[in-house]
């Protein structure tokens, strides 16, 4: 069947003082390029809106729009033998740090560091290379694209490309989790980043961390709907936790909950509090810095109710140190 985008654009141009509705008003079949077929009927249904005035110029165009959009993305795939297999080889210098964010050097340093297996195959038998791998999982997350973007990248097919990204992507996340679900890393220097934050105006000394809940909105769901609503955002999502230190490093991410969890709930429920009472230095309990979600728990500092509560410290604190380590 035809659509709305096969519509004659020759008719709509000679017609160009003419609104939409009375360009469509007595339309009942389908006057375009394919004259012999009906219209479908969500087209006809749009069009006989638009003429009796139901909806307006602007919405019909959005509607067109969505349809040429819709035709776009369902597109035949390309042919993945037409291309070639990655290789490190096939890329410049320049060319690859754009496409991946990191240098050559860096990919393979960070393949052994992740201790990513040089050989890797699915249970499905597919197999490829960790370099690959670990390539296809940076070129997902450096820019937002879909799979079929990258068959000329890699020269694989569809399937191919989602088994291979879900399972590096699995296998990073199986052996490293331990790396942002603790608070306690050997390699963490807690004096260090309290006394970053501190010089940037702080009025506590001892916090070496943020600490905040964030949401990742998604598609209303068919199931579930009433617990992913989120009633303070209005859209349904996913909620997170997460604790991130003065460099930008991620130290500890929590979840997902359902939307309308609150921040003090996902607190206490990610054992946060417990974890902290064991970090002191030199006898100084550590602390993190959080909003009001969370400001009732004793290790967890709050910037905003009258700036006098900077627990266990005894500073009388002002808005403008606080909001400088907001």
């Known amino acids: 069947m035809c659509s709305v985008k096969q519509i004659n654009k020759s008719r709509i141009s000679t017609e160009k003082h003419t609104s939409f509705p009375s360009i469509v008003a007595n339309v ?25 005035g139901y909806i307006s110029d602007t919405e019909f165009l959005e509607f067109v729009t969505l349809e040429f959009a819709c035709s776009a ?38 393949c052994n560091k992740l201790a990513i297996l040089p050989v890797m195959e699915s249970v499905t038998r597919h197999k490829w290379s960790g370099l690959e791998g670990l390539c296809l999982v940076l070129r997902r997350l450096a820019y937002p694209n879909h799979l079929c973007d990258l068959i000329p990248l890699f020269g694989r097919s569809l399937t191919d490309l989602s088994i291979v990204f879900n399972e590096t992507l699995q296998f990073i996340h199986t052996r490293h989790k331990h790396h942002v679900s603790s608070l306690t890393q050997p390699w963490i220097d807690h004096a260090a980043l309290a006394k970053a934050v501190f010089d940037k105006g702080a009025c506590l000394s001892n916090v070496y961390g943020f600490i905040d809940g964030t949401i990742q909105r998604m598609c209303r769901p068919q199931e579930g709907q009433e617990e992913l609503f989120s009633g303070h955002k209005r859209y349904h999502g996913m909620k997170y ?32 509090d417990e974890e902290l009472q064991a970090i002191k230095v030199n006898g100084v309990q ?38 400088g380590i907001r």
Request: charged share 30%; glycine share 8%; hydrophobic share 30%.
């Open 73 to 110: 993305e369902s597109k035949q795939e390309p042919d993945h033998k037409k291309y070639k297999r990655f290789e490190l080889q096939n890329f410049g210098a320049e060319e690859f740090r754009q496409f991946f964010r990191f240098t050559k050097g860096d990919v393979q340093l960070l």
């Open 28 to 52: 009942t079949e389908c006057e375009y390029d394919c004259c012999d077929q009906q219209l479908r009927p969500e087209d006809l249904a749009m069009m006989q809106e638009l003429s009796r």
């Open 241 to 272: 936790q997460h604790v991130m230190l003065p460099n930008g490093l991620i130290l500890h991410c929590y979840g997902p909950f359902d939307s309308r969890r609150h921040d003090a709930a996902m607190y206490n429920q990610s054992g946060l």
């Open 286 to 323: 550590m602390a993190l810095y959080g909003d009001g979600g969370v400001w009732q728990q004793r290790l967890a500092d709050d910037p905003f109710p009258k700036c006098n509560r900077c627990r266990g410290t005894g500073i009388q604190c002002n808005d403008e140190s606080c909001q």
